[in-house]
């Protein structure tokens, strides 16, 4: 494996691919112009897209479009690695004088679950491993799943889909939207796709306490440019935190326990009185707090909205940086050392843009919770 930081590429090219949507096989070359930008984004939704060119007509049906770079460094050594796989589409076509080009936008798989409804209202039944049911929904529209184990149930029916009552459906009406919800209930992260076009569900897990996939720092052979955008976000910084516990009795009687937790502390700088203002962040949950009293019942839901408000009072960090390409992706953490720039220490990475000509340049929006 290529140290990507420490030597410098003197070369690079991109091959872009057809893949049979029915196997998997990958059965062309396709012949695109250079250039071209890839998106990955970690927002409600983590979402890839790319715009490539090409000449002329562009039409492969159901089939796919996958992407290699290639590097190559001083001494003859290359490496090749996947940059995404993706439907493609092509809204619009350039002609003159005869002479046409093509804009081909490409979008990752996920895609294919956020444009599928279920025409039906669909109910997951009380008890049901989550986990389990949206790996059956992914493959059930002809998608490959990795999941990591989980044993969550759902502890009452959950509704979605088309025509779903409003009032107790849970999200959006897309397969996506259900199965981020159940993600969610999970404690996994949204759902996200792969380079080779797999669909991941995997355990969420604090990017404090996960390896850095990367790291890079200042000096000879530093690849980072030395202009970056540091800011730190404070607007929805909360002050006053709400629990609402829902449960139902054996008689079908539904009791409600609500806990407030609030910061009023004169020299927190988030406070009601910091602030002069409340912002509040509310949470239900639709079993009971722990405890086998009224009293215990309600401490906890008290409990836990301390607990939930002191999780909210994360300041969060925005690096946006340049560099040269790096092997790691959205979700990821990346470790940089800039001490020149004042910018040092673990990040995960939300936003990646990269243009497809040499080096392969990323554009990079890192965050970081301060707590």
Wanted: net charge negative.
């Amino acid at each position: 494996m290529t140290d990507w930081w420490k030597q410098r590429m003197v070369r690079t090219t991109y091959r872009f691919v057809r893949v049979s949507r029915a196997t998997g096989n990958e059965l062309e070359m396709l012949p695109m112009l250079r250039g071209g930008t890839i998106t990955r984004n970690n927002d409600v939704r983590i979402l890839d897209t790319a715009e490539v060119m090409c000449v002329g007509k562009f039409n492969i049906g159901a089939d796919l479009v996958r992407i290699y770079m290639t590097a190559e460094w001083r001494g003859g050594h290359t490496e090749t690695v996947v940059l995404g796989t993706f439907i493609p589409m092509v809204p619009s076509r350039s002609v003159h004088n005869g002479f046409s080009t093509a804009t081909v936008k490409l979008y990752g798989r996920l895609q294919e679950l956020l444009q599928d409804k279920f025409a039906t209202p669909y109910t997951v039944d009380k008890g049901a491993n989550a986990v389990d049911v949206a790996k059956n929904v992914v493959t059930s529209v002809g998608l490959n799943v990795y999941a990591d184990s989980s044993d969550y149930t759902v502890s009452r029916p959950r509704l979605y889909g088309i025509g779903a009552d409003q009032s107790n459906s849970e999200t959006d009406d897309t397969k996506l939207g259900m199965i981020n919800d159940l993600m969610s209930l999970a404690g996994f992260r949204a759902a996200k796709d792969d380079v080779m076009g797999n669909i991941l569900l995997s355990e969420y897990v604090d990017p404090v306490n996960r390896p850095a996939a990367y790291s890079m720092s200042e000096g000879a052979d530093c690849k980072f440019e030395p202009d970056m955008t540091d800011e730190q976000d404070i607007t929805e910084i909360a002050n006053h935190a709400v629990t609402v516990y829902r449960s139902e009795g054996e008689n079908g009687a539904q009791t409600t326990y609500v806990g407030e937790a609030w910061d009023t502390d004169p020299d927190s700088p988030y406070s009601t009185v910091s602030r002069g203002y409340t912002i509040t962040k509310g949470y239900e949950y639709s079993d009971a707090p722990v405890g086998s009293t009224e009293d215990e019942k309600q401490a906890y839901a008290n409990k836990r909205a301390k607990t939930l408000l002191k999780t909210n009072q994360s300041a969060i960090r925005r690096i946006t940086m340049s560099s040269a390409y790096y092997p790691a992706t959205v979700n990821d953490s990346l470790y940089i050392d800039y001490p020149t720039g004042g910018i040092s220490g673990k990040f995960e990475i939300r936003v990646q843009k990269l243009t497809l000509t040499g080096g392969c340049p990323i554009e990079t929006e890192l965050r970081q919770f301060m707590r």
